[in-house]
């Protein structure tokens, strides 16, 4: 089973910091909270993972919070191709999906 | 990133028959693969981690007679679906993971339509 909630769906304008929230409350210690996304039809693209620290790279930042029971994927700047499932998944030996959250980024 | 690629991108079988999809990390050597499934508007199913040179590891109830995974190489990973069925059409989507660097990349899926 997922060891992730998040929301089912969000609303993002674009051009606007689109913020998805996850909580792992049950994360380990030597857990990784990885986040990707899925364009309709497509396989999943890495999106950034992170273990304790906040991560950035040129897609997004990730923040977790200092128990590691959350975290918030940061899209700095959505644009409308960013419309997409983003899912949060914390890295046991296996990657297990959740339902994820359906990002709708609107003009 | 690294280059996860799958192929067939689109195959169309009739019932009975087995498909092979093949799974190969273009640019690193992948230890670990994934297989999944997606159903439409579902999330994906794991269906059974394979590790290079040994048997996979298979989700419960995921038929592993029926879905064949071989993991020979660090680079190549194979789903054959055997007799295939119309309730077998599914998106298939394998992913493979980075030794180093804890990176896990998917695959662009293939699409499974048994008519």
């Known amino acids: 089973d997922a060891k992730t909630t998040q929301p089912t769906s969000m609303d993002c304008a674009e051009g606007r910091a689109a913020n998805l929230p996850c909580n792992h409350s049950?994360?380990?210690?030597?857990?990784?909270v990885y986040w990707y996304r899925q364009i309709h039809s497509q396989g999943p693209q890495y999106i950034i993972h992170?273990?304790?620290n906040n991560e950035t790279n040129e897609m997004a930042s990730l923040i977790i919070t200092e128990d590691r029971k959350s975290s918030t994927l940061i899209l700095p700047h959505a644009t409308l191709r960013d419309t997409a499932v983003y899912y949060c998944i914390v890295l046991t030996d296996k990657l297990i999906f959740g339902t994820g959250t359906r990002l709708q980024v609107f003009p | 990133g690294a280059v996860v690629s799958q192929h067939p991108s689109w195959v169309i079988c009739k019932s009975g028959t087995s498909v092979k999809i093949e799974c190969r990390s273009l640019d690193f050597q992948a230890t670990t693969m994934f297989w999944y499934r997606q159903f439409p508007k579902q999330s994906l199913m794991l269906m059974a981690t394979s590790n290079e040179g040994s048997k996979a590891t298979y989700e419960q109830g995921v038929e592993k007679d029926k879905f064949l995974i071989n993991h020979a190489s660090l680079t190549l990973s194979t789903l054959t679906v055997t007799s295939a069925h119309p309730e077998d059409s599914s998106f298939y989507i394998c992913?493979?993971?980075?030794?180093?660097?804890?990176?896990?990349?998917f695959g662009e899926g293939s699409w499974l339509t048994v008519v």
């Open positions: 049950t994360i380990s210690g030597n857990e990784y």
């Open positions: 992913s493979g993971a980075q030794t180093s660097g804890n990176t896990i990349y």
């Open positions: 992170g273990l304790k």
